[in-house]
DNA sequence: TTATATCATAGTATTTTACTCGGTTTTTGT
DNA sequence: ACAAAAACCGAGTAAAATACTATGATATAA
């Protein structure tokens, strides 16, 4: 399947929505996001390491340390978060930044407007939900149904 | 990379435009368009089975056989292409037909329709596009460029 | 000083992709 | 009838990507 998230985004997708529930609380362990997305720790590090990395998650080193979102919920979009763990939206080789060397006969091209729209339409779409967007859906979720299940 | 063509999908397109170009021809045999492309016979006669069994071609067997398009360029989609050689377009697990089946919280799910209008617009961009548009795209270019490249 | 954390890197099993290989069957032209 | 040209078929395989595991080092609060 071409378009596929593997589960560097759904994992990271998942462990940031379970910051921006807390957010406010203090640093959030690892260990406690792990266990409650039912993810490995180990495996799980790696992944924020990357949202760390660009500046997505700020962490506090030490006993009694953790992770906190580095904005707002509802200043990081899904998009943020996406493209960060998934790397840039590039159906074709030559929309890459540096994949354009590559191409000798990008002028002549038949497809390549067709992927550039294809990316653009994907990018839209993840940049026009936020973390705070999810919660403001999960809240009325829980709402609706008393036995308080939400799920990503 | 999460949104990523595969070879399946490039060279089945390519085939597929390699046919419109030669549409009311005749049949054309598999190995002049292996030629032409530079894509191994054998691998592309296992992709021109999946677009034959999805009734996107017709094949005529024996000497002076060969492949054509079974409609009019303008009458086959991008995306009729895409979708039969590299799968539905389902970003997460549910999406799938089967795949809702594996997942008990649909009704409580905060991200569903943030991937089913992944999948909408990805499949809106690809159906705009026929091969009939791209023949046109490709005469102009060799219109503009009188060195007589057209890519794709 | 100890427990709790983050941080870092190397290794590995599984899955998917991108083919290759070795044929059989059908049809046309001589 | 026969040879050549073509579609059709299924199994096997090398390389790459994915999804982890393993083993530690470093930092900080209590």
Redesign the pocket.
């Known amino acids: ?2 378009v596929k998230l ?3 985004g759904e ?1 990271g997708l998942r462990a940031m929505f379970d910051l921006a529930q807390r957010y406010g609380e203090g ?5 406690s996001i792990a266990e409650r997305q039912d993810i ?1 720790e ?2 799980l ?2 992944l ?2 990357i949202l ?1 990395k660009a500046g997505l998650v700020k ?9 906190t979102l580095s904005q707002e919920p509802h200043e990081i979009t899904v998009g943020d978060i996406i493209r960060v763990l998934e790397g840039p939206i590039a159906p074709v080789e030559c929309l890459n930044d540096d994949g354009s060397e590559n191409c000798k006969h990008e002028d002549t091209c038949v497809t390549k407007d067709i992927w550039e729209k294809v990316r653009d339409s994907i990018s839209d779409v993840l940049d026009s939900f936020t973390l705070g967007d999810m919660l403001e859906r999960s809240n009325k979720m829980k709402q609706k149904n008393k036995n308080y299940m939400y799920y990503i």
Chains 1, 2 share one sequence.
């Open positions: 399947m071409w593997s589960t560097r994992y640093p959030i362990p690892l260990k490995s180990h495996y590090e790696q924020i390491a760390r962490s506090v080193r030490g006993a009694q340390g953790g992770y």
